[in-house]
């Protein structure tokens, strides 16, 4: 274990305000959807029996390794009907938030409240790769918590949605990316979470599947849903989301209008 | 709630109306409450496991027959043959056959169980449910497995001169019971095992003195003759116990002790503790 001067201390690092907060324009009685207050997230590096080099173990007897703060002290509000953007750069932490929404990575400290079990749709492989599409959308909508009958009443809508009904009995680890993220969007999207959060997966699908996707993304917000949307593509951002939150290197750095939110984002990037 | 100007603060002690507080570990009824809402996703992620086991090789499931009779192929050359227990035990093949494939299933019930969070790691970082369903839905697919076994054991001991009796319709219901046991220590375990990985070093070796401790491949009674304590306390650990039970059942007398059945029945009660640790674990499986 790492010696005490390597542990990181939640909140020791001098307080670094946003560029900018500027607060969503919803009616005054709106309701909060998902609640996030000053959360913290760490991976301890050295916990778990994770690989560790030898170089990693002579830097952190000189204490130079630390735990991975993958969120440090991230706050904000979503609410009804919002769809919101997460973006910035690769490590900064988005994944890690929405694992963290989803209950699925525990804080270090802070709170998160939500109105629902949020659900994740990300870019990982089916629950069992080798089974078929068929399979694998009876497994995943029951792993969501729908039960036989409400599948059997929904599984042609998932079907139809992903456009794969000529495959559906092939295994699954046959098809592509692409095919694969259509077929886990129709099921993630078949249990009607009330509070929906898409990381990445649709960059991997085609035109039309986009086009699809976002049809549905729309529809499960106006279904007073909360939908929040992580992606590297800006167009995504600023053409499905009215709000936009910046986190750049575990910390909120802006969150307001998603056009405001990217142009900033895009004027660090060129800055490099 | 109502102030748009700034951003809505959290009252720690009155979460918001209708929100309720996200990775907090929800309370025992919840939990079993939950766990058993989603009983079919444990039901259909062992089956299809049990679909593809077998796969990836061209003997495919006869893997499944012909591994532990590999085992036993072996012990009875060391054992049998080498240490001549083949002369002391009647019937030593049906006698080793029965130790080998009933005791395979306690250990790959208990070795499935431990890998069963900390091996889905995937899983556990995209998809929310209680994370007890894993260590029980790898027992269920172990189970499943096993009976199909014990199916082919009953008919490999009649070739090796046992003779059927109605006693053989205990062997589910104590195959049943060695699982249970098997699959409480297991969760115990599995837990561990997510904080301290090198318990899946350690296991094999575990498993391995289990094994020896557990009479598969010689008679513990007539090893261990002139030691009647320690005899006795090694046949009340579930390994020698369900070992003797099933001899009893499958061989006839003289295999088990009367008080080792009311012992059959206590065991499996580390189900309790089992599903306590794991869910006392909640809601901390995601940083594996």
């Known amino acids: 274990m790492a010696g005490s001067e390597d542990v990181y201390t939640i909140g020791s690092e001098a307080p670094v305000e946003p560029d900018l907060i500027q607060p969503p324009d919803v009616p005054a ?30 830097a952190m007897k000189r204490g130079r390794v630390q735990d991975v703060v993958a969120l440090k002290g991230v706050s904000f509000s979503l609410y009804h009907g919002q769809t919101v953007g997460v973006v910035g750069g690769n490590g900064s932490g988005k994944s890690t938030l929405l694992r963290a929404i989803g209950g699925l990575t525990p804080a270090a400290s802070g709170r998160i409240y939500t109105n629902s079990q949020a659900a994740l749709l990300g870019v990982h492989s089916a629950l069992l790769p080798g089974l078929s599409g068929r399979e694998n959308i009876e497994l995943g909508c029951l792993a969501m918590g729908l039960t036989p009958r409400d599948i059997e009443e929904r599984y042609q ?23 694969g993220a259509r077929l886990r969007f129709a099921i993630s999207t078949a249990a009607r979470p009330k509070i929906m959060m898409v990381d990445e997966a649709l960059a991997v699908g085609d035109t039309k599947f986009r086009e699809k996707s ?43 209008p998603a056009d405001v939110v990217v142009e900033m984002y895009q004027a660090q990037q060129r800055r490099g | 709630m109502t102030d748009t100007t700034q951003q809505p603060r959290i009252d720690p002690v009155r979460p918001p109306f209708g929100l309720r507080p996200v990775g907090k570990r929800p309370r025992a009824v919840e939990y079993i409450r939950d766990s058993w809402a989603r009983r079919y996703f444990a039901l259909r992620f062992a089956f299809g496991r ?33 240490f001549s227990q083949r002369k002391n035990i009647p019937h030593f093949i049906a006698f080793l056959l029965i130790g080998v494939f009933i005791f395979r299933i306690g250990e790959k019930t208990l070795t499935a169980a431990n890998a069963s969070i900390s091996g889905n790691k995937d899983v556990i970082q995209s998809l929310s449910f209680p994370r007890i369903l894993l260590p029980i839905s790898a027992g269920i697919f172990e189970l499943a497995l096993g009976m199909v076994s014990a199916g082919i054991l009953l008919v490999m001991i009649l070739f090796a001169g046992a003779r059927p009796n109605p006693y053989w319709l205990l062997l589910p219901v104590i195959i049943l019971l ?11 375990l599995a837990r ?28 513990l009674q007539l090893l261990l003759k002139d030691h009647h304590t320690i005899y006795v306390l090694i046949s009340a650990q579930p390994g020698a116990l369900y070992l003797d039970l099933a001899r009893e059942a499958l061989m006839g007398p003289g295999y088990a002790m009367w008080w080792q059945v009311p012992l059959a029945f206590a065991w499996p009660l580390l189900m309790l503790p089992g599903m306590w640790f794991i869910w006392r674990g909640e809601p901390n499986y995601g940083r594996v």
Not at chain 1, 40 to 51: D, E, F, N, P, S
Not at chain 1, 166 to 177: A, E, K, V, W
Request: with cysteine; charged share 20%; net charge neutral.
């Open chain 1, 214 to 256: 976002r049809a549905r993304i729309e529809e499960m917000r106006g279904d007073a849903g909360t939908v929040i949307l992580v992606s590297h593509n800006m167009a995504d951002i600023t053409d499905m989301c009215s709000r936009a939150i910046w986190i750049d290197r575990g910390r909120l750095r802006a969150d307001g």
């Open chain 2, 192 to 219: 561990i095992n997510t904080q301290v990985r090198d318990l899946g070093e350690l296991l094999p070796f575990l498993t391995r003195l289990w094994l020896y401790g557990s009479g598969v491949m010689y008679s």
């Open chain 2, 178 to 188: 060695f699982w249970l046991t098997s699959l409480g220590m297991g969760m115990i």
């Open chain 2, 50 to 82: 049990v679909r593809l086991t077998g796969e990836a090789t061209r003997l495919g499931r006869l893997w499944l027959v012909l591994n532990p009779l590999l085992n036993a192929a072996v012990y009875y050359l060391v054992f049998g043959v080498l």
């Open chain 1, 157 to 179: 809508g998932i079907v139809e949605f992903s456009g794969l009904e000529q495959f559906i009995d092939l295994p699954m680890n046959t098809y592509s990316s692409g095919m």
């Open chain 1, 29 to 58: 009685d709106t309701p909060v959807t998902v609640a996030v207050e000053d959360l913290y997230v760490i991976y301890k590096i050295t916990a778990g029996g994770r690989q560790v080099t030898r170089r990693d173990r002579a």
